[in-house]
DNA sequence: CCTCCACAGGAAGCGCAGGAGT
DNA sequence: ACTCCTGCGCTTCCTGTGGAGG
């Protein structure tokens, strides 16, 4: 009997240009932070108080997504954390996520767990939790840290830094000092007066990159992730602008180069152009597109569908003067009721109706004026604002199923 | 000029679900 | 466990608008 080769067989590929592709992944910590030394400097200027037996004050970082808030932080707290153990300091340190963590119950009970990891804290109240916390630090006489990143995710934020902070005045050798993060800097107005002045004693903005600075990092990545030669330069500075003009992230610039490298990759090409980056970018933001409409609510999918039909099949358009094709609102009306019927969906009031119209312009999916001369009435000229084939045949697929 | 058309969009209110308060 | 409240998605009704057509 022949035996059947395993069907991992040949899976492993020798990649023709990735020396660690790891080191493009969103998860990757980077150990330089070029741009950041500004705020790294800042971070341990306050921090060290805890090497000398002080009280950090409360730290707040904030900035957009993809401008190093987390990698700086994790960067520094690792540093510290390094520090401390060698030279056998009681400082200690939990950093977590608020998005996971993302009430005062979750995360004390999370600062807990991390500070006596041999014993279970899950099912106890939030007073017990409480007490065993104020226990260590005073039994330990320890500088404890917490890193709360997403803190904006969490649900009742003010009851949580009130205990943090009110802990001090209980505490006298230990102290505990918070160090938040969040991508929306409006979420400090939401707080409590006094929960704002405690938790942002010390803050810390972390400014978009410019598409010099992005290019620098991109470079540095590319360096370590890919052999030497296979991006070219001006696919670097493309995707570095690319991501520039969109957010200043460089989560994006890194993405992109991801993408375009696995285009090139796909197509056997040994080199990363500016032709793969391009491609690379419309294919991200077709998917968004398509997510996006993947997404919607199943009646604003018949809306949009309807519209993609009369657009495809050239029926019921408008000429404009300008040569523009449009549909009005009217007649999309009825070809939804039409559509809903026909799946055997309820459909919408017409006054409703009009409310998904708009609400799709405000996504960018269609792209709607006022009719003016050589119209009856008073009505809105409606055209897609993608491609109608592509959306036609996504909807086709996701409204039959 | 007046009336009609074809719609836009405001206001009020309804039924329901989920959360807060007790 | 219970009620109460609130927000959401939606319908119904209504008023406004501006060109077309007689």
């Keep these: ?26 998860s990757y910590t980077p150990e330089r932070l070029p741009f950041r ?11 060290s108080a805890a090497v000398d037996d ?6 707040f970082l904030y900035g957009k997504p993809g401008t190093g808030k987390t990698s700086c932080t994790r960067h520094v707290l690792n540093q510290l954390d390094e520090f401390v153990r060698a030279k056998g300091l009681a400082v200690k340190i939990v950093y977590m996520n608020c998005r996971h963590y993302n009430s005062k119950y979750k995360v004390l009970s999370r600062i807990v767990q991390g500070l006596y990891p041999d014993r279970d ?4 109240s939030g007073t017990f939790i409480y007490e065993n916390l104020l226990k260590y630090c005073k039994e330990n006489a320890c500088r404890l840290i917490i890193g709360l990143d997403e803190i904006d995710k969490t649900k009742d934020l003010d009851e949580l830094i009130y205990a943090l902070t009110r802990a ?15 991508n929306q800097l409006m979420f400090k107005d939401r707080l409590d007066p006094r929960t704002k002045s405690s938790l942002c004693e010390r803050e810390l903005v972390f400014p978009p990159y410019n598409a010099e600075e992005l290019r620098a990092i991109l470079k540095d990545r590319v360096k370590m992730a890919f052999k030497p030669d296979v991006v070219e330069e001006s696919a ?56 996006m409409i993947c997404s919607l609510p199943e009646q604003q999918q018949l809306v949009l569908y309807a519209i993609a039909r009369l657009t495809t099949d050239k029926k019921g358009i408008k000429k404009l003067s300008n040569e523009e094709c449009v549909l009005c609102s009217g007649e999309v009306y009825d070809e939804y009721r039409k559509i809903a019927e026909k799946v055997k969906a309820s459909s ?16 960018g999916l269609l792209l709607t004026t006022n009719s003016g001369k050589g119209f009856r009435g008073h009505t809105r000229l409606i055209k897609l604002g993608f491609d109608g ?11 039959l199923a």
Excluded at 389 to 399: A, D, G, P, T
């Design 236 to 291: 670097i500075n493309l995707a570095a602008a690319i991501a520039a003009q969109e957010s200043g992230d460089a989560r994006t610039a890194v993405m992109l180069m991801l993408r375009a490298a696995e285009i090139a990759e796909q197509g056997n090409h040994s080199k990363v152009t500016d032709k793969e980056v391009k491609k690379a970018k419309e294919r991200v933001e077709e998917e968004i597109v398509m997510d």
């Design 348 to 363: 919408v009031s017409i006054r409703w109706f009009q409310e998904y119209i708009n609400e799709l312009e405000m996504y």
């Design 54 to 59: 002080h009280k950090p004050d409360n730290l």
């Design 389 to 399: 084939e592509k959306i036609r045949s996504i909807l086709e697929k996701h409204l």
């Design 1 to 26: 009997m022949r035996v059947m080769p395993n069907l991992f067989e040949g899976k492993i590929k020798e990649s023709s240009i990735f020396l660690n592709r790891d080191i493009m992944l969103p």
């Design 37 to 47: 030394e500004k705020q790294i400097e800042e971070m341990v200027s306050v921090l």
């Design 168 to 182: 001090n005045d209980e505490l006298q050798n230990s102290s505990i000092s918070i160090l938040g993060i969040s």
């Design 121 to 124: 804290f899950i099912g106890y």
